[in-house]
């Protein structure tokens, strides 16, 4: 078939993404035709579906390609310009923020509960975060608290940020929290030095530490599972 000129406007009326959308919701749509309706056009070559489908397939990534992107690499698409990148980087980062609204009022029961509550927000960080869930007596989350950013040691992540926001909130206990941007979950030296660290000093404030937990891309590692907590 010859692209060229296959406008969204030459689609038969139900099948464009925006008529979709309001016919039978958000949730009808596929990733690319999303993405088509806030780009709304593409370029000479290519509507605005096609256009999202080149950057989804983008070495394999998919939504990757979103998420993790930048302006620049954004716009080298044809068709992409300054305000449509702008609006997809937008996007992208209010998906990351509504993502965190899903921890009010959830129970931890398991370490999984927590790479769930967590893992959609810190997969895609391209730097080390560390953060904590601090919980009530009965495992219910008050509230997750970035503590730094950067690589993981002893002289960004200190007890005295850890410990303060646990005691400042009232919390029973803690899950220590951060993401290896590499995608692999294996802790480190660095990893299991700074959580006996941080158990050890939980112990004499009477606040208990109950897990750490390493994200990585759709994995995590839990060090309670593993027996290091």
Known sequence: MDNTN???KSMPRDERPQEKLLKYGANYLSDSELIAVIIRTGNKDENAVMLAQKILKKEGKGLR???ESTQEILRSYKGINDVKSAQLLAVAELSKRISTLKIDKIKISSPGDAAVVM????RYYKKEYFKIILLDTK????KVS???????NSSIVHPREVFYEAVANSCSSIILVHNHPSGETEPSH???????RLDECGKILGIKVLDHIIIGDGVFY????????
């Open 6 to 8: 296959y406008t969204i």
């Open 65 to 67: 390609n979103i998420a």
């Open 119 to 122: 893992m959609e927000e810190m």
């Open 139 to 142: 495992n219910n989350i008050k």
């Open 146 to 152: 970035q503590i730094s950013v950067g690589s993981l």
């Open 190 to 196: 660095e990893d299991i030095v700074l959580t006996n």
């Open 222 to 229: 839990s060090f309670k599972e593993e027996g290091l907590i």
